[in-house]
């Protein structure tokens, strides 16, 4: 096996050796699972990435503190509430979630990371918050990670989780990682929750280039909306169980790590645009041939957020005119005259205009759960991928409605 | 009357004197009125704004190269198709539109200004346009105005025109428009063709400067699906049949006619927004207390573009959250925990947190045919207004259709 080969396997967030978690009832919006807590037997490294959006929620300010020194023991995360906007009352419920997680652990509150995702502006019902905590505690174990992702789940349909192995100097070491996604999600972090565990061993500057240079790539290339949420959070938590030299340069092992890395990051970010608010199918659009990888990865997220593009995914249409406009008011620079356009392996438009297609094979490549746009702007050697979903009248249901 | 008074009147394009206009049937797509023209009986002053979408139909460019000179004395439009993304023959069948309307009209090509709106990438069907076009210029006349106001419509579902007089040096001028809008509607231009006509006489320079500032407070400030198109124009045409002093510098004339020329755009402007596609009630973002006029821009223009927000006002949920959540990704800077919101008069945030507030009332104030929410950021002096609409059920129709 190469060095830099991972291999993807079941699993999720307990697939990496000495991590622990649960999934317990708060009944903080209804009556679920909406308390998630992971657990690292040893210290661990740790790095995150957080929402860009100034408005950040209480979780967020407070986990950007807990991981300032690199390090960390646990995760608390809740869904149903996301302790957002509610002014100091939140910094102090945050807190709150830590300090009890803590104790239950016999940790200090500082090795406790927080999360929220849910309704802003509303305070936590703290006494249901800290029942939950209580009881993920108590309910901790190996097994115990499918019930996490569930726990952190809102309007998402389906829990979504992911592990890869990867050997480092003749040593296995596992990925595992859990996410949450469906409404608010786009790029620069979204409504988007995801945790990472490892038990590679890996310095916690190292792990943050991994992870940062990772959801660059993935998370960062979804969009469902355009809004950027107020709790976007991905951690990482790497406690080195399994044993590897650790890793402390930019050398094989860590390549290796990194691809495996990102290779989870990608599974969860796809999971996370594939199952967007009210989403029928998954939008895949690769572009080629930009100037820069800038331009690479304006055009994609362009394309990939037009709703009006997502709309003719929905209605299983091959409008290529809407695709280069979105390409072309992306902010990239290119020659609309030359660009190509492909729905799945069929190709629509040539040097920017229309091609004679089979529509009938065009509609079949828009009829599956998953339509792929490629677009090669023939202007240079960079290319970029994102993900996206459709815009149906089920994401103006679950948004439009009163009080979701 | 106060010299900067204007005065809203019934009426469009040909309400100012020297006009004349027409609606004709070419059946472009569809059996309706699809060519208008417009025509002055004299040499006017032009000015026009464009898409800043890099893929500019080729009506957009041909136009952009007649209005050089500073002067032109006919429009001709067609819906239906938007002559973009077609390569070579969009040029040569934009050129030949003009030069059937100047042979018809007795003038130069370079007198015609054209443009062109409907679907990407499928050439134009000249014979029908020139049809069209022949038949317009044989119908010209004083109440052809609303004619060519329907002939523009593509999913609009009314007509959109208005007028204004006002005095510059005791002689009244007036000033008409007509423009479309629906889908593929965001700021720096959207698939919104406006025409805006004036007896007033005012040199090309002033009248360009006049149109610009007017544009950036109007059109540039609405936005349905934030898809900036390849054909948006904004033309003006200034005759000089009202026999006022010609406007030449930056004074007490200019201040009025510019005024009136805004109100004609913001009229036109919260037209559009209103009968965006699919939309059942306009949304007005009023942000006040930033720190500069780019903030307050930035910020009114995210909250009505945000895909959570639009479906909120379509549920009549006073969703404060999501309105702070967009005023937060938008580029703006500001603190958070400071932050007043509105719904209407009712007050439903205070410093960045939820406020108790009546329900009830709240979605009596989101019931209507138009929504107010003011953003107070108490950061500053600067203040700006942006227009939307709801993303309904509608929306996804229109556009999820195969072969919209």
């Known amino acids: ?131 939950g905590v209580r009881q993920a505690a108590a309910q901790l174990s190996r097994e115990g990670g499918h019930d996490a992702a569930i ?13 890869v192995t990867v050997e480092l100097g003749g040593v296995q070491v596992t990925i595992g990682g859990m996410a949450k996604g469906s409404g608010m999600i786009h790029p620069n972090m979204a409504t988007m929750l995801c945790f990472i565990t490892t038990d590679a061993a890996i310095n916690s500057d190292l792990l943050h280039q991994a992870l940062t240079g990772a959801v660059e790539r993935t998370f960062n290339m979804i969009t469902v909306d355009g809004d950027t949420s107020t709790n976007d959070m991905v951690l990482v938590l790497a406690n080195g169980a399994a044993g590897n030299r650790p890793i402390s340069g930019e050398d094989a092992d860590y390549a290796a790590f990194g691809a495996a890395l990102e290779a989870v990051c990608r599974k969860l970010a796809i999971a996370c645009a594939a199952d967007g608010e009210g989403a029928t199918r998954l939008l895949e659009v690769r572009v080629h041939g930009a100037a820069t990888r800038q331009d690479a990865r304006l055009v994609a997220r362009a394309v990939a957020s037009s709703s009006l593009v997502k709309a003719a995914v929905f209605g299983k249409d091959a409008n290529w005119g809407r695709i280069i406009c979105a390409a072309g008011y992306s902010g990239a620079s290119f020659n609309p005259d030359v660009v190509d356009i492909f729905v799945g392996d069929i190709q629509v438009a040539k040097n920017g205009g229309a091609l004679a297609f089979n529509e009938e094979k065009a509609t079949g490549m828009l009829s599956g759960r998953q339509v792929i746009f490629t677009i090669d702007l023939h202007n240079g050697e960079h290319s970029a991928t994102a993900w996206g979903c459709d815009l149906t009248y089920d994401y103006v249901r679950i948004n439009g409605s009163y009080r979701t």
Chains 1, 2 share one sequence.
């Open 151 to 163: 726990a952190i789940m809102t309007t998402d349909t389906v829990a979504k989780e992911a592990a």
């Open 1 to 131: 096996m190469s060095q830099t080969a991972y291999v993807e396997i079941a699993g999720g967030i307990t697939s990496p050796l000495g991590f622990t978690a649960a999934g317990a009832v708060g009944a903080i919006k209804y009556e679920r699972k909406d308390v998630a807590l992971v657990y690292s037997d040893r210290e661990a490294a740790a790095a995150g990435v957080f929402t860009t959006n100034i408005v950040k929620a209480a979780p967020v300010l407070l986990t950007m503190e807990h991981i300032k020194d690199g390090k960390a023991r646990a995760v608390v995360a809740n869904s149903g509430n996301a302790n957002a906007c509610v002014g100091p009352q939140g910094l102090e419920d945050a807190r709150a979630m830590a300090g009890e997680a803590a104790q239950q652990l016999g940790l200090a509150a500082e090795q406790v990371l927080v999360a929220s995702t849910g309704v802003i502006g509303q305070p936590l019902p703290m006494d249901r918050v800290l029942s």
